[in-house]
Every structure is written in structure tokens, then in C-alpha cells.
């Protein structure tokens, strides 16, 4: 099976309807046809300030909606970052090998610094791709499936890999991006021409995971929409409408054609009311299992800390590599 590697910041209590739809559902497809690695990327999320309890209370809550989204511990391997210690040892060889002014053209930087005011941006931030690139090369991923958002860095891991390769000897597998199919982009109910986002202020544009049915429910009902009345999937002369479409022919696996044709002469009150329950059907297990997990932390730490095992056996492997070909004296 081919290997392959994703993850997520657990920097929020509760995933969305767009980790959901955009990463958690097709990661649970993808883990049936792979050897995939899951991550939870807590030193990432670290690249801006935490506070440590939540860090450490949504670390888990987000290994748990993980696991009750379908992403299964014993066929994938679902793990927290800072416990395997080769990601960041693998960072620093890295660091080492990138430019100044390769890793200053990475946009995603300049998009986060500029939010927090480019003097307050620690070197962390700064330095969040190279980590990013070492996550990848660690596991010899063949496959990662990113979001559009993601392809400067994955263009990045390639050209560290292959200067790596070329200085110290073939070490690394070329890792290919997976981009994510746009149809699977799901913006704010809100706000429909920006996507959902955790790190936006939209309090009722976002439908978290672990949201009740009834807050979920109020949040579909008062979705944007349009004056026309029609309920045409048009992403551009009817964003509102063609988000809600996308939601409803994903989760209840009915092509948008046939919805069109289902709700044609009908108005929008009548769409939303069967979004809701289409909706609540998905994510009512989840919500519920999320919370028996959460229910026995003990038990969850023990499934991440197995977890976490079988990702440092791989990582160590290729950090002893790495280590090797760049000359460091071996510990005996
Ligand atoms: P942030 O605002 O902190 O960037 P985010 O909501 O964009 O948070 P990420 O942690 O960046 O979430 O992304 C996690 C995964 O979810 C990625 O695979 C990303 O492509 C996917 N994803 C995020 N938002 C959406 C969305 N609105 N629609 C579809 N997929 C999404
Ligand atoms: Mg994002």
C-alpha cells in the first residue's frame, strides 16, 4: 500500500464542517487503499501563542473527533507530533538547508505574520514550512493530501528532499501533493465567498462538529442566501445556495443535478429543512462518539501513546539516516 500523510493543528476545541468534509471524510476513504499516518500537528500549532491547558484539553478533543469521524487507530496511524522527537530533529538538519530568501517567499507566512503584526510573528512561524517539509520526509510519505493552501509548501518539502538526495545520497522518497478536490471546499454560512475556517470570526457561519443539533440547526436555517429564489448550483451568481447544495450532495451522497431537479419550484426554507436532518445524521454519531471518547481521557492517551510508537519507529529510522549521511558521530 502506498504510504501516505496528513494532519491537522489541533488549535480549536472543535473541527468544522469543512475539516469534515475537506479532510477528515476522504482521509477515512483513503485510509482503506493506504499505510496512512495521521498527525496532530501541536507544534505547529504552537508557531502562535497557546494557552498550554487548551492546547493540551484540544489536542485530544480533536484526536477524538478524529477517531469518531471514522479514522480508525488500529488501521491507520493516528499520532501527536511532540511525541516522536525526530520531527523536530529533523527540522533543525533542514533548517540548515534552506535559504533565507527560499523560506521568506512562503505566502502562508506572510498571511499569518501579517494578521499578528509582523513584529510579534516568532522565527517559529517563520520557520513553520521547513517542519512542515521534515513531518513529510520523516515517513517517506508517497502521497499528502493538502488543501490548495498547502501546495507552496509541499513544493518546498520536494526541493528540500531533492537537495538532500543530491548533497548526502538518496535518502528521501519525492513526496506528491494530493490536492483535494475543490468541489469538496465548504465556505461560511455566512459569508459565502470566504471558506469556513476555525481562525475566523463567524460565529454563526461555522458549524462546528461537536455544535448541538439544535445550534447546528439555527445556523443552517439562517445560512445566506439570494433574492432569486432559485435553487440552481451556481458558485459564483449564487455562492449561498451552491454552499449548501455541496453540503447537502456530499454528506447525503445524492449528485447536485438530482438535488436541483428534487427542489426545483421549491424555496429555500424547504432546502434547509432537509440539510438539517441531512446534516444531523452525519454528524449526530459523530458528535456522540466524540464525547464517549472523551468520556475515558485515560483510555484515549493510551491509544495515541501506541500510536505514537509505531509512528517513531519509521520516524527514528530515517532520522538515524539523516543523521547518518550528515556526518554526526553515532552515539555508542
Ligand atoms: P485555520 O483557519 O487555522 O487555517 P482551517 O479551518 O483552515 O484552520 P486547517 O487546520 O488549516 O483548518 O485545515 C485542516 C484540514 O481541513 C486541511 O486538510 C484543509 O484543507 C481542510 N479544510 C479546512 N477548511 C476547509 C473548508 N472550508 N472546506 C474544505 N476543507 C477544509
Ligand atoms: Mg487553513
Known amino acids: 500500500k502506498p504510504r501516505l500523510f496528513s494532519g491537522m493543528q489541533p488549535?480549536?476545541?472543535?473541527?468544522?464542517?469543512?475539516?469534515?468534509?475537506?479532510?477528515?471524510?476522504?482521509?477515512?476513504?483513503?485510509?482503506?487503499?493506504?499505510?496512512?499516518?495521521?498527525?496532530?500537528?501541536?507544534?505547529?500549532?504552537?508557531?502562535?501563542?497557546?494557552?498550554?491547558?487548551a492546547l493540551r484539553e484540544n489536542t485530544r478533543r480533536t484526536a477524538a473527533q478524529y477517531i469518531a469521524a471514522g479514522i480508525d487507530p488500529s488501521k491507520s496511524t493516528l499520532f501527536v507530533q511532540s511525541q516522536v522527537p525526530a520531527h523536530a530533529q529533523l527540522a533543525w538538519v533542514l533548517n540548515t538547508l534552506t535559504g533565507f530568501g527560499e523560506a521568506s517567499r512562503m505566502t502562508q507566512f506572510k498571511d499569518k505574520a501579517a494578521k499578528q503584526g509582523a513584529d510579534s510573528a516568532s522565527v517559529g512561524l517563520f520557520t513553520y514550512p521547513i517542519l512542515q517539509a521534515g513531518d513529510i520526509l520523516l515517513y517517506q510519505a508517497a502521497e499528502v493530501p493538502v488543501g490548495e493552501d498547502q501546495r507552496q509548501h509541499i513544493e518546498l518539502t520536494r526541493d528540500l528532499a531533492t537537495r538532500f538526495n543530491s548533497r548526502f545520497g538518496e535518502t528521501f522518497r519525492i513526496p506528491e501533493p494530493y490536492i483535494l478536490k475543490e468541489t469538496a471546499k465548504i465556505f461560511d454560512l455566512q459569508n459565502p465567498q470566504s471558506k469556513m475556517s476555525k481562525s475566523s470570526e463567524s460565529p454563526a457561519g461555522i458549524v462546528w462538529l461537536l455544535d448541538d443539533a439544535k445550534t447546528t440547526a439555527k445556523k443552517i436555517m439562517r445560512a445566506?442566501?439570494?433574492?432569486?429564489?432559485?435553487?440552481?448550483?451556481?458558485?459564483?451568481?449564487?455562492?449561498?445556495?451552491?454552499?449548501?447544495?455541496?453540503?447537502?450532495?456530499?454528506?447525503?451522497?445524492?449528485?447536485?443535478?438530482?438535488l436541483e431537479a428534487d427542489f426545483a419550484g421549491r424555496g429555500y426554507g424547504d432546502l434547509k429543512k432537509a440539510l438539517v436532518d441531512v446534516v444531523e445524521a452525519s454528524l449526530g454519531p459523530v458528535r456522540a462518539r466524540t464525547l464517549e471518547l472523551l468520556a475515558d481521557p485515560t483510555e484515549l492517551d493510551r491509544i495515541l501513546a501506541a500510536n505514537a510508537d509505531r509512528a517513531n519507529e519509521v520516524a527514528s529510522a530515517t532520522l538515524a539516516d539523516v543523521y547518518d549521511k550528515v556526518g554526526f558521530l553515532p552515539r555508542s
Open 224 to 258: 445566506v442566501t439570494d433574492a432569486d429564489g432559485q435553487i440552481i448550483f451556481d458558485r459564483d451568481a449564487k455562492p449561498g445556495v451552491a454552499n449548501l447544495l455541496t453540503i447537502f450532495s456530499v454528506l447525503g451522497e445524492i449528485p447536485i443535478a438530482t
Open 11 to 53: 488549535s480549536a476545541e472543535s473541527l468544522h464542517l469543512g475539516n469534515y468534509i475537506g479532510a477528515l471524510l476522504s482521509w477515512k476513504a483513503l485510509q482503506e487503499t493506504h499505510d496512512a499516518f495521521f498527525f496532530l500537528a501541536d507544534m505547529h500549532a504552537i508557531t502562535v501563542p497557546q494557552d498550554p491547558v
